[in-house]
């Protein structure tokens, strides 16, 4: 048994004998590069010299070492990056969809303004057509030569853009008279005007009937019957309740409807009378 212990020594000497001769065989056979030391470092150091510079590497690396320490490295900073990158690439998309979207709605808001002006302007230019027609029929007077035409209505848009969002200028010049602004027309001429738009209007779109409520208060009687004329003119296409007071209304009229308070009952009485029936017997 000594025999065999001594015998694996030897050959685990000789192992380690051979590695180590390995070892200095690859020393021996390195090539290192000293063209980064310095000039001073090149030469021969003496004991003094080298422990000198042993110090200042070991305080040098102490500073580098601080300084890591100091810059307290996140280590999770690119697993961090990459949930940025995803949520930035997340925003992306998000804006992209948003910026579709904004287009979108942009482009529907186009559409409704362009209708809506196309709407407003056919009307428009049917009102400026008719007007004039319609103000010459409520003004003219076949009895007198100089009214025998009628008056000039005109319509005028302050914002050819955008009609909607501004006004309409309205001028009327009566007949025999001179242009002027429409504050400077009498309570007569004011309303006839207004009638003229009103029915101008009503003749784009017709209702089925229209209600005027005591139109008459500020007309003459000359006024009055040229009103009644063109009603009647037109009772075949619209129909009219007429709230008035005057009696130039009452004999023109299809029917009358009366109001009056019943004292007795307590409420209101209606009267109603058809004048149809006399105007076939005359």
């Known amino acids: 048994d000594d025999d065999g212990d001594q015998v694996a020594s030897q050959a685990s000497q000789s192992s380690q004998s051979t590695a180590a001769t390995k070892a200095r065989q690859d020393i021996t056979g390195a090539c290192l590069d000293y063209?980064?030391?310095?000039?001073?470092?090149?030469?021969?150091?003496?004991?003094?010299e080298r422990q000198r510079f042993h110090a200042d590497m070991e305080e040098e690396r102490k500073?580098?070492?601080d300084t890591i320490a100091s810059m307290n490295p996140n280590m999770k900073a690119i697993e961090q990056l990459k949930e940025v990158q995803v949520r930035y690439e997340q925003a992306q998309e998000e804006m992209k969809e948003a910026k579709a979207r904004a287009q979108d709605v942009t482009r529907r808001y186009e559409e409704a303004?362009?209708?809506?002006?196309?709407?407003?302007?056919?009307?428009?230019?049917?009102?400026?057509?008719?007007?004039?027609?319609?103000?010459?029929?409520?003004?003219s007077d076949p009895t007198k030569v100089?009214?025998?035409?009628?008056?000039?209505?005109?319509?005028?848009?302050?914002?050819?853009e955008e009609p909607y969002l501004d006004?309409?200028?309205?001028?009327?010049?009566?007949?025999?008279?001179?242009f002027m602004d429409m504050t400077h027309l009498s309570g007569g001429e004011k309303t006839v005007a207004a009638l003229a738009l009103l029915f101008s209007i009503n003749s784009y779109f017709p209702a089925p009937f229209i209600v005027?409520?005591?139109v008459d208060?500020?007309?003459?009687?000359?006024?009055?019957?040229?009103?009644?004329?063109?009603?009647?003119?037109?009772?075949?296409?619209?129909?009219?309740?007429?709230?008035s007071l005057k009696e130039r209304f009452y004999e023109k009229a299809d029917g009358l409807v009366g109001i009056c308070r019943d004292t007795l009952a307590g409420h209101s009485k209606v009267f109603?009378?058809?004048?149809?029936?006399f105007e076939a017997i005359a």
């Open 167 to 178: 006004g309409i200028k309205y001028d009327t010049i009566p007949p025999g008279k001179r």
């Open 217 to 243: 208060a500020a007309l003459d009687a000359r006024n009055v019957a040229k009103v009644t004329r063109y009603i009647q003119s037109r009772r075949t296409e619209q129909q009219c309740v007429i709230i």
């Open 212 to 214: 005027l409520d005591e």
């Open 146 to 160: 100089e009214q025998s035409v009628g008056g000039s209505a005109y319509l005028t848009l302050n914002n050819q």
């Open 113 to 139: 303004k362009q209708k809506r002006c196309d709407l407003f302007n056919s009307c428009f230019e049917h009102v400026k057509k008719t007007i004039d027609g319609i103000y010459k029929e409520l003004t």
């Open 272 to 277: 109603t009378l058809d004048l149809s029936q």
């Open 35 to 48: 063209s980064l030391l310095k000039r001073e470092q090149k030469r021969e150091m003496s004991d003094k």
């Open 63 to 65: 500073q580098l070492t």
